[in-house]
């Protein structure tokens, strides 16, 4: 497609690739990719579900979304599938520790799979039919935040709203199995939906953007599916999405190699729920940590980027929130509990005298010369010993990704922290062999606690 | 307020005022025009609950819908508040025949009584109660409005979607009685989810933008009610709603004046369901219509605004969207049914060979001389009279005001158009006394047809 055609040809480019992909032109990889994010999805609505957004949330909407249609993940109350979509996709997104699509930092999952799995419980499909939408969604959602990054977010536009009803709106799409000129609507209702404003990042908002992405995906795919017509240029036109929210759209971006990348394959997975700037630093002290005992430690002297400093320089966290943005935390609990996992970032363990003490301990030098996701730990034992870690690449960076083994660990704890009552080891199962599986909706009755699956 | 103070306080200081409001505050002729704006959406509703994208949307959305809490107006199914929401919002605006506030060019009812009227099915309350809340609910959309614009619409912003959700939400926010900080978080969770794209017009997504509105709105008055937290400037942050979606946002259209001057004062009517520059054109004609027979007429000669012909100049109307879009349709229909109301627009009536046949017998001279709510129209008869109607001002324009008679009587048009089995005077009558009401609840209940309101 030459570059003149593709600007005249982008929503209808995507739609046409969105409707007529079949699940045989998926590369095993990418498949398996899916996968990876939605356990990971998973586990992460699990561990958010009982957040304070969540049960805010619950709160107000859940006397207007009486059919009881659909599975909260994590809980035992049932919903409409719209709000049961909105829910889900908050639960997944409110600890920050669901995937990342670097290049536009979309998390991917939460509006796509938050949007399907309550959508199959009211309309059920195989495993495989599943993983094919999730699959488009994603790659909807990421080629479209591609195209208007970086200067969309930069300009004030929380992406993983913006872009995400995109990518729910394909997801759903392909489960009605819209054709090309339906999914052109769709992506159409979807443009005209999009919002979310980085002014609410730090704020409870921040996950109700996840939320009405999932939500208003659903009903755009629903609405087309109806013949509800829309702009038929939605994305590209002068008065369109990519223009009117996006400054200097690249339109390529979006339908360059359709069905050669797959941008699912550029996700990344964080092993700690806390920024990301961290993550090296926890990554060296985990490591040396496995040899030295907390007690046997004088100082801790860390070599960061000038990031970490701006960002987390915070010697007393009061609460989970701020223990997520504090350097002097992560190093604390990686050599005290020897875990930077969902207990380690709550005010509980914020307040521990032995974490706190531990805090004290830590120097910080900053050096621009260090990347963002590499760090330098050196310990100053009590004996006058020295021992340094060096980390190049942080784990659940593209270089050094989260293993499959990772991941379930991640998950497990996930599970633990916020939804004990669900079998984590069977959910696992169920995710890895989805494409297995003739009903998917499977996969949300196992991800409601025991008592809940009753009723 | 100095200049300085609004700054740093628009969100916060609207908040407050939206809070503190007495109905003991709002000047009689605001309680008045309040009513009147009331009558003209609720019988625009009636009107265009029929219409093809409300169809489309029910046939969508009803069955994830389920709870039958509030009524759609002329029909008889129920639905949950906020789904009844959306698609009472869509009625309204679908024939685009309902108010406009000038100055922005916002339709301001259609969001905030499209948000109200199933709320207060759900939770009663009295006449004056829903009055006041409706009254705040278009301070707030039309002064945000005015705080971005002609920028934000130039820039592709649908402002009846973008800023009609500030206005339902401020709507359900005083019905929840939310004081000034969750009355600030509305704002800013109404604010997050602002959307709608100027490509839409044309087609049925320009509807949906009322719709999203009106929901959304009630979604962040209900959040904010259980201390779903936002930011608290939602609207002047950096990266908030004015200078994202705006441009150069003027905050003192926002903060200055309150409660001294009443948007809602600025409201408009239209008298005819076509484009507003056709309107001093049909003025004229009625008049002249009055006295000459359309078989004594040989030429109809028009003096315009330039406008007109750019926008309107269409001798073969081919159905309803077309005919509200040509001035020789308007003329005709003027003479030849001495009316030009929702029947004179449909496809029915474009094809009449009377009317057709008069459509030829039009002549159009432009003159930028001429303002927009200006028209010039010469009868030529056939004995060689000739009779002229000069119109300074359209009727339904600021200027010349539809009387509340006029109103009544386009509700009748309409309602018999829409929902011929409501009882249009009883409607009138419900509106007009709408203060004295205990139960506001009880117009929703008089706007289904008669034999839907057993179910």
Known sequence: MTAASARDDVTAGLARFLAESRWSDIPQPVRHEAKRALLNWLGCALGGCRDQAVERALAALAEFALPRQAALI????????????????????????????????????????????????HRPVSGERLLHAFILGVEAECRIGNSVSPGHYDHGWHITGTCGVFGAAAAVGKLLGLDAQRMAWALGLAATQASGLVEMLGSMAKTLHAGTAARNGIVAALLAGKNFESSDRGIEAPRGFAHVLGGKPDFSAITGGLGETWEIM?????????????????DGC?????????????????????????????????????????????????????????????????????????RN??????????????????????????????????????ERPMSDADLEAKFRDLAAAGAPRCNANRLIKAVWSLEKTRDASALARLAVPAKGRIR
């Open 266 to 282: 550029q996700n990344t997975y964080k092993p700690y729920p806390c920024g990301v700037v961290l993550h090296p630093v926890i």
């Open 74 to 121: 994590g809980r035992s109350e049932r919903l409409d599938v719209l709000n049961a979509a909105l829910i889900n996709a908050m639960s997944s997104n409110a600890l920050d520790y669901d995937d990342t699509h670097l290049r536009t930092v979309i998390h991917p999952s939460a509006p796509v799979a938050g949007a399907l799995l309550p959508f199959v419980e």
């Open 286 to 358: 985990l490591e040396l940590g496995k040899h030295h005992a907390p007690e046997e430690i004088g100082r801790v002297v860390l070599k960061v980027n000038p990031l970490v400093l701006a960002r987390a320089d915070r010697r007393e966290p009061r609460d989970g929130p701020e223990a997520k943005l504090s350097v002097q935390h992560c190093v604390a609990v990686a050599f005290v509990h020897g875990a930077a996992g969902v207990r380690q970032f709550t005010a509980a363990c914020a307040s521990e005298p032995a974490v706190a003490a531990f």
């Open 361 to 398: 301990r830590v120097d910080i030098e900053e050096d621009a010369a260090i990347a963002r996701d590499e760090a330098m730990v050196t310990l100053r034992m009590k004996d006058g010993r020295t021992f340094t870690a060096q980390v190049s690449h942080a784990r659940g960076s593209l």
